[in-house]
């Protein structure tokens, strides 16, 4: 059952409770392989469940526009200081409410309607936020997008340079949402500092890893970095924007009163605490077990014959091209889901199918890895994908049950943060 227990919700709601528990065993049962998705400790929990929900701050600490910060101007003043200490920055805004509306922040603090921006093509692994077509930041801006390199699956460094010098980007995002490979940040700043550009860190996927020495830092690089704090950082469903001092004030105003009202007081606090389990020498191991897991799972699964596009992984995800196996990402996620492995169909560079059903699969080891699964589990995970796979070609529906069995059994060994088997 969910823990912490939940009693008020059951006596007021049972429907609602209901369906909480349910959630709470399905991420007990379920091998969650989503790369932007991780389990909080029962301490964030807490926070993000607290009473910390009732109150409204618009403004920022000492300059408020509603009585009764006593607490929340500490709590917001602490998040912020942990933050600067985790990462290293200057100056860092804990308000926003996820990434999306931090990525907007970039924009209302740096552009104008109109300007130049680039950044990684979407199905290339970019983001959305990152001047996509559909997005505010497509249709508001002038997109400019790189890719990656056809041969190596890696982002093109010279096509970045070159269209930098050629289109003039006001600003240049480096980073994106499906990256297997460590970002080169100095390399982007140079390009930046050459195009006469700011250049933006979006690290949503990888802060976790930033934070626990497994992937470079944009620090020192990067003019302003994005980052939500719910992916392999293992805190609440949030967001900050970091940089130097000289665009604190910048920053500050773009998130409020630019785009956004009072924060949400109960996920600063949650990001506070994470922020704190960050910091211990605990996550670092965690880290960089998340690391090493993916590269034991990229090997498993390169030794079963899947194509990975750049041939493996640097970080927490591993992007696979399902092209050669004869099946589309969409039904093949649909049967790991049922097979009790959680992952996402995904675009691959160059995708010659639909977005929404695309030829690859995007796996992530970071809340496996919370879950305690280590380096010996990864070839059993890549054999039951393998199997599902296959069976789903086939329609062999006896095979996705028995994995799913076989991955409860295993899990079941597991403890989550979150969940409780005793009554
Ligand atoms: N939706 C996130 C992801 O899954 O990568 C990015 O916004």
């Known amino acids: ?30 091998l969650r392989l989503i790369a932007s998705e991780n389990y909080v400790s029962p301490a964030v929990l807490e926070a993000a469940g607290s009473v910390l929900t009732n109150k409204y701050s618009e403004g920022y600490a000492g300059k408020r526009y509603y009585e009764g910060q006593q607490l929340v101007d500490p709590i917001e003043t602490l998040a912020i200081d942990r933050a600067k200490e985790l990462f290293g920055v200057e100056h860092a805004n804990v308000q926003p409410y996820s990434g999306s509306p931090a990525n907007l922040a970039v924009y209302m603090a740096f552009l104008e309607p109109g300007d130049p921006v680039m950044g990684l093509s979407l199905p290339m692994g970019g983001h959305l936020t990152h001047g996509w077509s559909v997005s505010a930041t497509g249709k508001w801006f002038r997109p400019v997008r790189y890719e990656v390199r056809a041969d190596t699956g890696r982002v093109d460094m010279d096509q970045v340079r070159d269209l930098a010098l050629k ?69 609440p469903r949030g967001a900050m924007v970091m940089s130097t001092a000289e665009h604190a004030k910048a ?34 191991t965690y880290a960089r077990q998340v690391v090493a897991n993916a590269k034991a799972l990229a090997a498993a699964l390169l030794d079963r014959g899947y194509d990975l596009i750049s041939g493996g992984t640097d970080n927490h995800l591993i992007l696979i091209d399902l092209t050669s196996k004869g099946i589309g990402g969409k039904p093949a996620a649909q049967a790991l889901d049922r097979a009790g492995i959680e992952l996402n169909y995904n675009a691959v560079p160059f995708d010659t199918r639909k977005p929404f059903d695309p030829s690859g699969l995007r796996v992530g080891t970071a ?8 380096e010996e589990h990864m070839p059993r995970v890549a054999a039951w994908m393998d199997e599902v796979v296959q069976a789903a070609s086939k329609q062999d529906e006896s ?15 597991y403890p989550m943060p979150g969940w409780t088997s005793a009554p």
């Open 399 to 413: 095979t996705v049950e028995r994995v799913a069995g076989q991955v409860r059994e295993l899990l079941a060994d």
């Open 251 to 284: 920053v500050d105003k773009a998130v409020f009163p630019g785009l956004q009202g009072g924060p949400h007081n109960h996920t600063t606090a949650a990001i506070a605490v994470a922020l704190k389990e960050a910091s211990q020498p605990g996550f670092a």
């Open 367 to 374: 809340a496996v890895t919370t879950r305690g699964l280590g």
């Open 1 to 30: 059952m969910h823990e912490p227990a939940v009693p008020h919700l059951h006596d007021q709601d049972p429907e609602i409770a209901g369906m909480v528990e349910d959630e709470a065993r399905r991420q007990f049962e379920k």
């Open 167 to 235: 289109e003039r980007p006001k600003l240049i995002w480096c980073g994106g949402t499906a990256i297997p490979r460590t970002i080169d940040f100095p390399v982007f700043a140079e390009i930046a500092r050459e195009a006469g550009a700011v250049l933006a860190a979006d690290i949503a996927h990888i802060a976790g890893l930033i934070a626990g020495g497994a992937h470079p830092s944009p620090v020192g690089h990067a003019d302003v970095i994005s980052t939500t704090t719910h992916k392999t950082l293992r805190g």
